[in-house]
């Protein structure tokens, strides 16, 4: 079974560009999560989906941080203009209805200059 | 809110075992998860433990939980130098956000 898959791996951008990272999570897994990583911590949750609905994204920065998971598999997390202090690792996380697990991607490394 | 505490360092020789400590303050978590980080690569589910369990082993992992003193703890059983990464404490209590709650990671750092 293939796990979470997160591209890119890697992006360095400038600061005021916009950058996009797409998750791709298990098969079957209904909720889908999206984690900050700043250096030296550990993550910290900014959205979860139930299939294509958004049931919490309180800690999601909506000025500059959007996303979406249509038709409930895939999902993108944007952010536009990006800041010096949104350099992080971005990680994806799938979880299959009634377990316990949450499983995660290899995350996206994102530098902004 | 929910703090979940862990040591940043604990240096180990090869072939000792490692015990990872970790404190946390929500009495509500249900679940408690150990995940390991190797360098540039994200997070890989070691173990969990479910909160009315006190013990749980698996090959060369022992988790023991002291749901009194909110204390969680991992073993690792003659430690190689492949174990060496970020040991990460997280719980979950449900509620609306359904994440986890992560502690700062301990890097275990192995010893020749």
């Known amino acids: 079974e293939a796990g979470v898959v997160q591209s890119p791996r890697y992006k360095i951008i400038e600061k005021k560009q916009p950058v996009a990272f797409w998750c791709n999570p298990i098969?079957?897994?209904?909720?889908l999560y999206w984690y900050l990583q700043n250096l030296g911590q550990g993550p910290e949750l900014l959205i979860r989906?139930?299939?294509?609905?958004?049931?919490?994204d309180s800690q999601l920065p909506k000025d500059r941080f959007s996303a979406e998971r249509l038709k409930g598999v895939d999902s993108t997390l944007k952010i536009q203009p990006a800041e010096l202090g949104d350099s992080a690792v971005y990680l994806c996380?799938?979880?299959?209805?009634?377990?316990?697990?949450?499983?995660f991607g290899p995350g996206t490394r994102l530098l902004v200059l | 809110g929910e703090d979940v505490e862990q040591s940043l360092f604990l240096s180990v020789r090869e072939g000792d075992s490692s015990v990872i400590n970790c404190t946390y303050t929500?009495?509500?978590?249900?679940?408690l998860y150990w995940y390991k980080q190797e360098p540039g690569a994200g997070l890989q589910l070691l173990t969990y433990?479910?909160?009315?369990?006190d013990m749980k082993q698996d090959q060369r992992l022992t988790v023991l939980l002291n749901k009194k003193d909110k204390h969680l703890s991992l073993r690792i059983a003659d430690t190689q130098t492949g174990d060496s990464a970020i040991y990460f404490c997280?719980?979950?209590?449900?509620?609306?956000?359904?994440?986890?709650?992560f502690g700062k990671g301990t890097h275990l750092i192995i010893q020749p």
């Open positions: 996380a799938s979880r299959k209805d009634y377990q316990e697990t949450q499983y």
């Open positions: 098969s079957g897994h209904n909720t």
């Open positions: 989906y139930e299939n294509e609905e958004a049931v919490d």
């Open positions: 929500d009495s509500s978590s249900t679940y």
């Open positions: 433990i479910f909160s009315n369990m």
């Open positions: 997280a719980e979950y209590s449900g509620g609306g956000a359904d994440g986890l709650t």
